[in-house]
């Protein structure tokens, strides 16, 4: 069993920059992808970014050349570099790994002056 903990979220203004980052913990050694969805209340969750065990990447548009996603060097880690943020990145982002697909508990991020 996986158990992931997410942590860095809060408030900032917008055009400020947080980082995210989520652990995980267990039987890690099969994960292939790591990555962030974010939810909205009353609105669908959406794929943020992910990252695969060789590196490759994928970004949701809206938040390409802002986003970057990373992972550390243990691969039990991924990182969630949020740079020039917006009031429409405001969410719950939930960290995700896969497989065995497990979701952690999600970390608030508020984008507000």
């Known amino acids: 069993q996986v158990q992931l903990v997410e942590s860095g979220g809060g408030l900032v203004q917008p055009g400020g920059s947080l980082s995210l980052s989520c652990a995980a913990s267990g039987s890690i050694a099969s994960i292939n992808v790591m990555g962030w969805f974010r939810q909205v209340p009353g609105q669908q969750r959406e794929s943020v970014a992910y990252?695969?065990?060789?590196?490759?990447?994928h970004y949701a548009d809206s938040v390409k050349g802002r986003f970057t996603i990373t992972r550390g060097d243990a691969k039990n880690t991924v990182f969630l570099q949020m740079n020039n943020l917006k009031p429409e990145d405001t969410a719950v982002y939930l960290c995700?790994?896969?497989?065995?697909?497990?979701w952690g508990k999600g970390i608030q991020v508020t984008v507000s002056s």
């Open positions: 990252i695969r065990s060789e590196g490759a990447t």
């Open positions: 995700y790994i896969s497989p065995p697909l497990t």
